[in-house]
């Protein structure tokens, strides 16, 4: 196992992130096109927050939440390869990261059924703190 593999879940999270993005413009764009807002409507802060349907609001808020966790999940696997710590085990777990991420994903942007989504994310979330727990147990046990 070459220490760079770890660098596959890392791009597929970024990835994940900018698929994200530009279907949050797509939906965002095709709102405000449709109900013909100007420009000039869009400035006042706040002003459509209350008007967004869960199609529109619903991806905006899993582009934030991309910045949450995996920020966490960047920050292991940066400091797993700069250690030379990867091994299959780190690699496997992130993989179970992108994959529960991507689902979560996929469910908050579309239909959104929330115990789904909540699982989804457990999941995700759970082997973002094994690799930290495990990382954490190697540097202290040594």
């Not at 109900?35 to 706040?46: E, N």
Request: charged share 10%; with cysteine.
């Amino acid at each position: 196992m070459t220490q760079d593999q770890v660098f596959g879940p890392f791009l597929a999270t970024v990835f994940l992130t900018l698929l994200v993005w530009v279907y949050m413009y797509i939906r965002r764009i095709g709102f405000i096109t449709s109900r013909k807002i100007s420009p000039q409507d869009l400035a006042a802060p706040g002003s459509l927050v209350h008007i967004w349907p869960p199609g529109v609001s619903n991806p905006s808020d899993n582009l934030k939440n991309l910045f949450e966790i995996p920020v966490l999940f960047y920050v292991l696997v940066l400091y797993l390869f700069i250690t030379k710590q990867v091994d299959a085990i780190y690699v496997n777990a992130a993989w179970v990261f992108v994959v529960f991420r991507a689902l979560h994903s996929i469910v908050h942007c579309t239909f959104n059924l929330i115990m789904l989504r909540f699982y989804l994310y457990l999941f995700a979330t759970l082997a973002v703190w094994f690799i930290a727990i495990r990382a954490a147990f190697i540097y202290f046990s040594v």
